[in-house]
């Protein structure tokens, strides 16, 4: 089984599906890594999420409105049973090594307490949090994560560490700070803690000043390149930054604070620290990776996967600096 195959990624509606269905305990069997991906709304309007875009426009309405009135009438027990269903199948199933709890910000889901009380009962299955970024600001939610008996670790997303520029970025005033305090209580706390930066434009500005301040509480960041989804409209092309800028805010910054780098080209990484660079699986839902012209004399070529065409729409040639030989 290759690596994609072995990784499950649940959104809510298919926990579901699959548990009316009879056929969570097939689905989980053999995997080593089981996601759900809770789908409530999120208060947040990152750039560089498609959530935003298919929450404000029609079709997006449409279906949130469809999504609310499933959830309308599948009653809360029920929703609760197949989470319960997936709990119990995880545990049970030695080949998982993470069961990963993620979402847009599922601090929101109405049905998180019930969440909460299931997880209490994993007595085997290492529990990743990812997120609520910001909810986890708060000390009594906090507190009742981090008493879950499996957890082992907590991911969180902070695009700067000034509050005001990771509050535009991810469009939420007050964010910024939420989650510049979590990241403060949780480091001194002996769990894994996992720091997101997405690569927009803004981000790659204040990256070394973010990787500094993480650097100096003894966190690290894995910084993942921007790539939209299919649909074009609304995407900005003033969220892709130039390769070139991305090289040189990593030369400036402290290379021991990244610990990956995920989906960017060789290009936009300095040679010492293209060792931590891993692709991201192809997707039919995101758009397709593209070489510039340029690519065609660049030593990296070979083993390098593009990059997205959004990208070099915003900046034309200037989006990738092919490498020397
Ligand atoms: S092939 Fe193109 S995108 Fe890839 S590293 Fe070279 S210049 Fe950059």
Redesign the pocket.
């Known amino acids: 089984m290759d690596a994609h195959a072995s990784h499950l990624h649940l959104r809510e509606r298919d926990l579901m599906a699959r548990w009316a269905g009879g056929r969570l305990a097939d689905d989980v069997a053999g995997r080593a890594r089981v996601e759900l991906y809770l789908e409530n709304a999120c208060a947040q309007s990152c750039g560089f999420c498609d959530q935003p875009r298919q929450r404000d426009g029609l079709e997006g309405r449409v279906r949130q409105r469809l999504r609310g009135l499933v959830a309308w009438t599948t009653p809360d027990r029920a929703r609760l049973d197949a989470f319960d269903a997936l709990c119990a199948h995880v545990d049970a199933e030695a080949s998982v090594g993470e069961f990963v709890l993620s979402g847009n910000d599922w601090a929101l889901h109405p049905l998180r307490d019930g969440f909460f009380a299931r997880l209490a009962t994993l007595r085997r299955a290492p529990l990743t949090l990812y997120g609520p970024s910001t909810g986890l600001a708060d000390p009594a939610l906090r507190a009742r994560a981090l008493a879950l008996p499996t957890l082992r670790r907590v991911q969180l997303s902070l695009h700067a560490s000034d509050p005001a520029a990771h509050d535009a970025i991810v469009g939420a005033p007050g964010a910024g700070r939420a989650v510049l305090t979590a990241l403060e209580a949780l480091r001194t706390i002996p769990i894994e803690v996992v720091v997101n930066v997405a690569l927009s434009a803004r981000a790659v500005a204040a990256l070394p000043a973010t990787l500094a301040w993480l650097r100096a509480r003894g966190l690290t960041a894995t910084l993942l390149a921007v790539l939209p989804d299919r649909r074009r409209a609304g995407w900005s092309g003033a969220l892709f930054p130039r ?1 070139r800028d991305v090289c040189a805010a990593l030369a400036e910054s402290d290379g021991e604070a990244v610990n990956a780098i995920h989906g960017a ?4 990484v300095p040679p010492g620290l293209r060792g931590r660079l891993s692709h991201v699986w192809e997707s039919p839902h995101r758009e397709p990776l593209a ?2 012209a ?2 065609a004399r ?1 030593v ?2 070979p083993r ?1 996967p ?2 997205p065409a959004s990208q070099l729409r915003a900046h034309g040639e200037a989006a ?4 020397d030989g």
Not at 265 to 268: D, R, V
Not at 320 to 323: L, M, N, Q, Y
């Open positions: 390769a080209p060789p290009c936009a070489y510039a340029g690519c660049c990296a070529r390098c593009g990059v990738v600096t092919p490498i």
